[in-house]
């Protein structure tokens, strides 16, 4: 006779659990309540809320958020770009002193840098 156990098997989540926490999460960003208080009314404990929430996180990484840095112009008779744009992950994008300023803006919103 032997003492070995069945080894639990870790529970997985159902795709309705799984989509009970989406709106239960949902619910929490819209309601203003502490994690506390929500997680009471909803009959839930805060460790339980807690493990969801990361569970449930995007994997990917957020897209940095374009900044505005400043440009120096330079003058018609230099042989330098007229308008240097640095965008957030470190690209520099040069423009010539004769580019159109809406060239410049459909670039930029082409590669979704700015909301011209």
Known sequence: ???????????RDSAATRQLW????????????????????EGVSV???YQWKRQLAPTTPPVPTPTVVPVRVLTPESTNPAVEVV???GTLLRFGHLCDPGVIAAV???I???QC
Do not use: E, I, Y
Request: charged share 20%.
């Open 1 to 11: 006779m032997s003492d070995a156990r069945p080894v639990p098997r870790c529970r």
């Open 22 to 41: 989406m709106d239960r999460l949902g619910r929490f960003r819209n309601c203003g309540l502490t994690v506390a208080a929500f997680c009471a009314a």
């Open 47 to 49: 460790p339980a809320f």
């Open 87 to 89: 965008l957030p992950f």
């Open 108 to 110: 930029l919103k082409q």
């Open 112 to 114: 979704g840098v700015a």
